[in-house]
């Protein structure tokens, strides 16, 4: 009777990890809305052994397409986790588990796991921070096969807003790939303190300003 229980236990768990979850897909529909836009960017690096003056880019977004960063100047950025239009996550198929309810900077937030189901996914887990109420996503952790992990904090101007007005990535710097002979002449590096370091991590963060966008 006890096994039976628990293969009943364990197969309804796993029905319910089938479903992908409502609320995900309502902030995909609200984002799917968008069909295109631009903004201005201003970034600064926050490496401990690595001092690089503000920056500024612009940004561009196609629905379907990865966004897009361009710069007169060099810009230091991660080969992924500045890309909060969630395609990466629905290019494949993936199951969802929820994982209750958890309170971040005094708001309710609905944690999901998201688990890619095709080996094709270049995604191993991705744990999901959930404003149901404003329908959009709070903050996500991000666990990849070939490029490490990395997390991505969102915040917004008005409660109304679909995109984000300041976005904060934190990721291993090793996963840069990029040399930093050529970080240009206006950045400074201290070598010594970057070898003392056992973990080597960093934050990029960025002000989002002059949204132009287009709605379906």
Same mark, same amino acid.
């Given at each position: 009777?006890?096994?039976?229980?628990?293969?009943?236990? +364990?197969?309804?768990?796993? =029905?319910?990890?089938?479903? @992908?979850?409502?609320? +995900?897909?309502?902030?995909?529909?609200?984002?799917?809305? @968008?069909?295109?836009?631009?903004?201005? @960017?201003? +970034? /600064?690096?926050?490496?401990?052994?690595? #001092?690089?003056?503000?920056?500024?880019?612009?940004? #561009?977004?196609?629905? &379907?397409?990865?966004?897009?960063?361009?710069?007169?100047?060099?810009?230091?950025?991660?080969?992924?986790?500045?890309?909060? %239009?969630?395609?990466?996550?629905?290019?494949?198929?993936?199951?969802?588990?929820?994982?209750?309810?958890? #309170?971040?900077?005094?708001?309710?937030?609905?944690? *999901?796991? =998201?688990?890619?189901?095709? &080996?094709?996914?270049?995604?191993?887990?991705?744990?999901?921070?959930?404003?149901? #109420?404003? =329908?959009? !996503?709070?903050?996500?952790?991000? /666990?990849?096969?070939?490029?490490? %992990?990395?997390?991505?904090? $969102?915040?917004?101007?008005?409660?109304?807003? !679909?995109?984000?007005?300041?976005?904060?990535?934190?990721?291993?710097?090793?996963? +840069?790939? *990029?040399?930093? /002979?050529?970080?240009?002449?206006?950045?400074?590096?201290?070598?010594?303190?970057?070898?003392? $370091?056992?973990?080597?991590?960093?934050?990029?963060?960025?002000?989002?300003?002059?949204?132009?966008?287009?709605?379906?």
């Amino acid at each position: 009777m006890r096994l039976a229980l628990l293969l009943f236990f +364990l197969s309804t768990q796993f =029905v319910q990890a089938q479903k @992908v979850d409502a609320d +995900l897909l309502r902030i995909k529909q609200r984002m799917d809305s @968008v069909k295109q836009f631009s903004a201005a @960017v201003t +970034l /600064n690096l926050d490496v401990p052994f690595i #001092k690089m003056p503000t920056k500024r880019a612009q940004i #561009k977004y196609v629905k &379907g397409k990865k966004m897009a960063f361009s710069s007169d100047d060099f810009v230091m950025l991660p080969k992924r986790g500045l890309d909060f %239009s969630l395609n990466e996550i629905f290019k494949h198929p993936f199951i969802t588990v929820d994982r209750g309810m958890e #309170k971040r900077d005094g708001k309710n937030l609905k944690v *999901i796991n =998201v688990i890619p189901t095709d &080996g094709k996914s270049d995604l191993v887990l991705v744990t999901l921070y959930m404003d149901t #109420k404003s =329908v959009r !996503i709070m903050q996500s952790e991000v /666990n990849t096969r070939k490029d490490g %992990s990395y997390t991505l904090l $969102m915040q917004y101007a008005k409660a109304a807003d !679909i995109l984000p007005d300041y976005i904060e990535a934190g990721f291993a710097i090793e996963r +840069l790939k *990029i040399p930093l /002979n050529f970080m240009g002449r206006d950045t400074k590096i201290d070598r010594k303190k970057m070898r003392s $370091m056992d973990t080597k991590t960093g934050k990029i963060k960025m002000q989002l300003s002059d949204y132009h966008i287009a709605m379906i």
